[in-house]
């Protein structure tokens, strides 16, 4: 088996070993061989699983920053997803907040520095019990300016006591999110270099 023509299939195609074998006729243990045999790294299978999701490449691009307002907002962003994002989720970069103008700015992060494509965000909205969903569905989706199509299906939580948070979460809790398990650990390690910062 040659050299170049399991590096283009392997490595350019993104085929699997298995599909390889497939396309070639010959068994998975044949073109696993060859991998090792020409030392071609072998994916991991949650590697493997993202390059079949991704058949393109990453749904993103990295934006080298080239002016001031370029690193105002990555390290708005990044301050936003240190603070407010979940960071447990490994599978997608979540931020959730009661400010609509946070959450845009998130969003405007995400587009402008990552080049997320507007499609590809969604929504999740949670509401005490004593508030009106629709109502609430009705203030976000008028104040990011998105569709109700992109909000999943709305939480609804018991009802906590009077206060300045009541005050606050009127309109309930959004959390903006995009599922990309390469892009939230870009993210995170991103995060992980300003924790060096002293």
Same mark, same amino acid.
């Given at each position: 088996?040659?050299?170049?023509? $399991?590096?283009? $299939?392997? #490595?350019?195609?993104?085929?699997? +070993?298995?599909?390889?074998?497939?396309? @070639?006729?010959?068994?998975?243990?044949? #073109?696993?061989?060859? $991998? +090792?045999?020409?030392?071609? /790294?072998?994916?991991?299978?949650? %590697? +493997?699983?993202? +390059?079949?999701?991704?058949?393109?490449?990453?749904?993103? *691009?990295?934006?080298?920053?080239?002016?001031?307002? %370029?690193?105002?907002?990555?390290?708005?962003?990044?301050?936003?997803? =240190?603070?407010?994002?979940?960071?447990?989720? @490994?599978?997608?970069?979540?931020?959730?907040?009661?400010? /609509?103008? $946070?959450?845009?700015?998130?969003?405007?992060? &995400?587009?402008?520095?990552?080049? #997320?494509?507007?499609?590809?965000?969604?929504? =999740?909205?949670?509401?005490?019990? %004593?508030?009106?969903?629709?109502?609430? @569905?009705?203030? =976000?989706?008028?104040? &990011?300016?998105?569709?109700?199509?992109?909000?999943?299906?709305?939480?609804?939580t018991p009802a906590r006591?009077?206060?300045?948070?009541? !005050?606050?979460?009127?309109?309930?809790?959004?959390?903006?999110? #995009?599922?990309?398990? *390469? &892009?939230?650990?870009?993210?995170?390690?991103?995060? !992980?270099?300003?924790?060096?910062?002293?």
């Amino acid at each position: 088996m040659e050299q170049s023509l $399991l590096e283009e $299939l392997y #490595v350019g195609e993104k085929l699997s +070993a298995h599909e390889i074998a497939l396309r @070639l006729r010959c068994s998975d243990n044949k #073109v696993n061989y060859w $991998l +090792a045999r020409y030392v071609i /790294p072998k994916r991991s299978i949650s %590697d +493997a699983i993202y +390059a079949r999701s991704n058949p393109t490449g990453d749904p993103f *691009k990295v934006k080298i920053p080239a002016s001031a307002a %370029d690193f105002f907002l990555l390290g708005m962003g990044l301050g936003l997803y =240190w603070g407010e994002g979940n960071k447990r989720n @490994l599978t997608a970069v979540r931020v959730g907040n009661t400010d /609509p103008d $946070l959450i845009k700015i998130f969003v405007k992060f &995400l587009e402008e520095m990552y080049g #997320v494509e507007k499609r590809k965000f969604r929504f =999740w909205l949670q509401v005490f019990s %004593d508030m009106n969903p629709q109502a609430a @569905l009705r203030f =976000w989706t008028r104040a &990011l300016k998105v569709p109700a199509s992109k909000f999943g299906k709305i939480t609804i939580t018991p009802a906590r006591g009077a206060g300045t948070y009541r !005050e606050k979460t009127k309109h309930g809790v959004v959390t903006v999110y #995009v599922s990309n398990t *390469k &892009l939230r650990n870009l993210l995170v390690g991103e995060i !992980e270099k300003l924790k060096v910062i002293r």
